[in-house]
């Protein structure tokens, strides 16, 4: 069995809106400046290490939990999973 | 003398402050809208509690962007004496006036109790009237009051007499070496966790912050 650094992403889906990046857009990059920056939406980051044979199975381990345990609320927010190199 | 007393969406201890500077301490504060704030004549400016642009980013990370803190800056830089209090200690340190980190609370809650402190340092536009090693009692309210610096950054704190006042009883947050309020190296730019505008009256509990409106009188004259 290997580790695998595994990233799940937690958003709000596209139709939600999201005040807190809206405000970190207005209030601040774009009153600095930043006009380049054209949207900002803000997520949470969970970093986990996860012991599995290979990446995909790292993959569906991190799936299945966040389904299951209801990480997210699929209502409002849809997640990705990136998979890391193996440590 | 001429205080103001900075306002952000979101403030919520503007008031308390302003009561107890016009009322108790007989000084002349205004209270002045952050975007209307543009005026460095004032002679000293205090940041108060409660929150800022939802606090969204981190605590007081979009107001130190706002425009108020330019003035904020040049008063800081003519050495006047500059307060924040709670939500305006996180702000002066997301503006850099500050060294340091707010973080979350380490029990994940948001603390809201009278605690024990002693004064570290009392060279400080707001702690001159006290003397060093002083015991007070204040009440404090966050949820992101954990202060944290590397190691280094802490050693210099301590070399330069930057800690202003310590927990004494528990430390309620989690916070570094039990701090709870510092200062730059001027000695002129405060922040603190602690509540003294709801400590300045014995008739709510205690007085003891009174005297920390007091040492900016004395140490503007």
């Known amino acids: ?87 | 003398m001429k205080i103001a007393i900075l306002q952000f969406p979101g403030s919520n201890c503007d008031k308390d402050t302003l009561h107890v500077l016009l009322n108790i301490a007989g000084l002349r504060p205004k209270l002045i809208w952050h975007n209307e704030f543009d005026d460095d004549s004032f002679d000293a400016a205090i940041l108060p509690g409660g929150f800022s642009f939802g606090d969204h980013l981190r605590a007081g990370a979009i107001a130190a962007h706002s425009n108020a803190m330019q003035t904020i800056r040049k008063m800081a830089d003519q050495e006047k004496p500059i307060l924040g209090i709670c939500n305006g200690f996180q702000i002066l340190i997301e503006a850099g006036l500050l060294p340091g980190a707010l973080l979350r609370n380490a029990s994940l809650r948001f603390v809201c109790k009278w605690t024990d402190l002693q004064v570290e340092s009392t060279d400080t536009a707001f702690t001159c009237r006290f003397s060093k090693n002083t015991k007070v009692r204040m009440p404090i309210a966050h949820n992101e009051g954990r202060f944290f610096v590397e190691n280094n950054s802490l050693h210099a704190l301590k070399e330069n007499e930057q800690i202003v006042l310590r927990y004494t009883d528990e430390n309620p947050t989690g916070t570094l070496d039990n701090i709870a309020a510092i200062t730059n190296s001027e000695a002129n730019v405060v922040g603190m966790m602690p509540h003294p505008e709801r400590a300045s009256s014995t008739l709510l509990g205690g007085s003891d912050g009174l005297k920390v409106f007091e040492s900016m009188m004395e140490w503007t004259r």
């Open chain 1, 1 to 87: 069995m290997n580790l695998f650094p595994v990233e799940v992403i937690i958003s709000n889906k596209p139709q939600a809106r999201d005040p807190e990046g809206e405000t970190i857009a207005r209030d601040l990059i774009h009153k600095e400046g930043f006009h380049a920056i054209r949207n900002v939406r803000t997520s949470k980051l969970l970093a986990l290490i996860i012991e599995a044979e290979n990446e995909e199975n790292a993959s569906n381990i991190a799936l299945k939990m966040c389904n299951d345990l209801r990480l997210y609320n699929p209502v409002a927010h849809s997640i990705s999973v990136r998979v890391g190199q193996r440590n």
